[in-house]
C-alpha cells in the first residue's frame, strides 16, 4: 500500500515540472504574437495600378471599329 502512495507522489511530482513548461511555453507564444502585431509594416503603393479601366479601353475599340466602318 506505501508503494502505491509513493508512486502516486512521484507520478504527480513528476506531472509538475511538464505542466509548469507548458505554461511558460505558452506565454512565450503570446508574447511573441503581441509585439510583433504592434510593429508597424511597410507597404509599398505603386502609381500604376494593377488592372486597366476596361470600359475605357471598350469605348476606345468601338471608337476605333466605327473609324475603321466609315472609311
Aim: no cysteine.
Amino acid at each position: 500500500m506505501s508503494v502505491n502512495i509513493i508512486r502516486t507522489t512521484l507520478g504527480v511530482l513528476m506531472l509538475i515540472p511538464v505542466f509548469l513548461l507548458i505554461l511558460w511555453m505558452r506565454k512565450k507564444k503570446a508574447l511573441r504574437s503581441t509585439t510583433e502585431a504592434h510593429e508597424p509594416e511597410d507597404i509599398e503603393l505603386d502609381s500604376i495600378p494593377e488592372y486597366e479601366n476596361i470600359s475605357h479601353t471598350a469605348a476606345k475599340r468601338e471608337d476605333t471599329e466605327e473609324q475603321e466602318d466609315m472609311v
